[in-house]
């Protein structure tokens, strides 16, 4: 089983559409998470923190359940400029090692 | 603030030969920085944790005497791919902590290689 799996998609939607995506993660210990977005040949960039409340910045929603070992990013009112590959990222033991998912594809027509 | 920058973002080189490179925190000090490695549509393998005056950590499957790494300061990590082969072409991308917030890492453009 991966660490952190992923819906691979691709998820096509049109502009102004809602998305979500969701991630599970294996190991029980792990502390952080995060969504990473990461354009096409491009490094991956860190698009938001993930915490325990549940957090949005301005479009963006992550959620996080441990007890189910979760977590999902839902996106409001789609941009063409959102089109990317985001990326779950979970934080495993005391000195930073990430373990990414393989990654959600996301195209947003007009 | 948080930029890492890698040299060169694109490499071309011939089986056998060494390719090096570089990785540098412009603006903050990385006592760790990280190495990864990503085929197409595939996602980031970490293939070792370089940390700045001692010995790298590699993951298991990455053999250190192919990928050197050396931290020798405290904004400048480099990667040398000894002996490439075509196998060893990817998109090879470093990371750094600058030691704020929960354990985010920013990440330089990467580096393209394609040994021929």
């Known amino acids: 089983r991966k660490e952190v799996e992923q819906d691979p998609g691709p998820f096509n939607v049109p502009e102004g559409a809602t998305v979500a995506f969701n991630c599970t993660y294996s190991n029980s210990a792990s502390q952080s998470f995060f969504w990473y977005r990461q354009d096409c040949r491009k490094e991956p960039k860190l698009l938001m923190s993930v915490y325990s409340s549940g957090n949005e910045d301005g479009r963006f929603t992550a959620q996080l359940n441990r007890a189910s070992q979760y977590i999902s990013l839902l996106i409001r009112d789609s941009k063409l400029s959102d089109s990317a590959t985001y990326l779950c990222v979970v934080n495993v033991g005391g000195y930073n090692k990430l373990i990414f998912g393989a990654g959600t594809r996301l195209a947003v027509h007009p | 603030g948080a930029v890492v920058s890698q040299h060169p973002s694109r490499v071309i080189c011939k089986s056998g030969t060494s390719v090096k490179i570089e990785c540098r925190s412009l603006d903050f000090q990385a006592t760790t920085m990280f190495w990864y490695r990503q085929f197409p549509k595939k996602s980031l393998m970490l293939m070792a944790t370089?940390?700045?005056?001692?010995?790298?950590?590699?993951e298991q499957g990455v053999e250190k005497d192919k990928f050197l790494i050396n931290h020798a300061s405290l904004t400048l990590s480099t990667l040398t791919v000894t002996s490439a082969h075509p196998e060893d072409s990817s998109f090879y991308i470093c990371?750094?902590?600058?030691?704020?917030?929960?354990?985010?890492?920013?990440f330089g453009p990467g580096t393209r290689l394609t040994v021929t």
């Open positions: 990371s750094a902590n600058p030691g704020q917030g929960p354990y985010e890492q920013y």
């Open positions: 370089s940390n700045e005056g001692s010995k790298a950590t590699y």
